[in-house]
C-alpha cells in the first residue's frame, strides 16, 4: 500500500492550495496549513435570534473562504476533511444536544443541475460519522440560487418546504456562508413551523457585511 501510495505521489504530485507545498496523494491542504486555520477560530460569541443561535467559526475571509469556494465552484471535493474539522471544532465549543438531527440548507435544484453535488449534503454525511448526531435531508428549496444576486434579492429568500413533523425534536442546521442571512433564517423558520423544538445554527463563516 505504501508502495503505491508512493507511486501516486510521484506520478500526481499535489499542492497545497494555500502555501504550494508538495502534500501527499489525495490531499488538497498541508497539515500545517489546515492547523494553522483550526487555530483562528470558532468565533466566541454566538448571535441569537428569534428562535434559533447562530454560531459560527470565522468571518467570510483567507483562509477559509478560499476553501470553501475551491470546495463548491471548482470541485476540490478532497476540502471536505478540512471543512468538517471546523465543524467538529465548533461543536466542540457549543456541543449540540446528543439527541438532534443533523441537517443541511440543500443547493438550489440549479446549483445542483450545475455542480453536480450538493455541497453542504456531502459535508453533513462526513460530520454523521465524526459526531453522535443522525443526518437527515430535511428542507426542500422552493427558491433559486443565491449566488450574483444582490443584496435585495437575497432578502426576498428562498422558501422551503420540511419533508416531516418534527415535533420536540431539537434539530443542527448546517450550512457554508451567512452573507445576509435570510437563508438561515428561513430555513430555521421552517423547522420551527414544523415542530423543532429547538434550532441550532452552525456555519462556517459569516459575511462582516452583515
Known amino acids: 500500500m505504501d508502495v503505491f501510495r508512493d507511486l501516486m505521489d510521484?506520478?500526481?504530485p499535489e499542492e497545497?492550495?494555500?502555501c504550494g507545498k508538495k502534500v501527499g496523494f489525495l490531499q488538497n491542504i498541508c497539515e500545517r496549513c489546515e492547523q494553522d486555520l483550526l487555530r483562528k477560530g470558532p468565533y466566541l460569541n454566538p448571535i441569537r435570534h428569534r428562535g434559533f443561535?447562530?454560531?459560527f467559526f470565522s468571518f467570510y475571509e483567507d483562509p477559509l473562504k478560499k476553501l470553501i469556494i475551491l470546495y463548491?465552484?471548482?470541485?476540490f471535493l478532497l476540502l471536505k476533511k478540512t471543512l468538517v474539522l471546523v465543524f467538529k471544532k465548533l461543536f466542540e465549543y457549543f456541543p449540540p444536544p446528543e439527541d438532534s438531527l443533523l441537517t443541511w440548507i440543500p443547493s438550489s435544484f440549479q446549483s445542483l443541475d450545475e455542480r453536480g453535488f450538493d455541497h453542504m449534503k456531502i459535508i453533513a454525511k462526513e460530520l454523521e460519522k465524526h459526531s453522535k448526531l443522525k443526518s437527515k435531508g430535511l428542507l426542500i428549496p422552493l427558491g433559486g440560487k443565491q449566488k450574483g444576486k444582490g443584496k435585495l434579492e437575497r432578502r426576498l429568500g428562498r422558501d422551503y418546504i420540511c419533508k416531516e413533523d418534527l415535533?420536540?425534536?431539537s434539530v443542527v442546521l448546517i450550512d457554508d456562508v451567512?452573507?445576509?442571512g435570510t437563508t438561515i433564517k428561513n430555513?430555521?423558520?421552517t423547522l420551527k413551523n414544523n415542530g423543532a423544538e429547538k434550532v441550532l445554527v452552525y456555519t462556517l463563516c459569516m459575511s462582516k457585511k452583515l
Request: glycine residues 14%.
Open 72 to 75: 463548491k465552484n471548482h470541485g
Open 187 to 189: 430555513g430555521a423558520l
Open 167 to 169: 415535533k420536540g425534536k
Open 10 to 12: 510521484f506520478l500526481f
Open 16 to 18: 497545497c492550495v494555500l
Open 53 to 55: 443561535t447562530h454560531f
Open 178 to 180: 451567512v452573507v445576509t
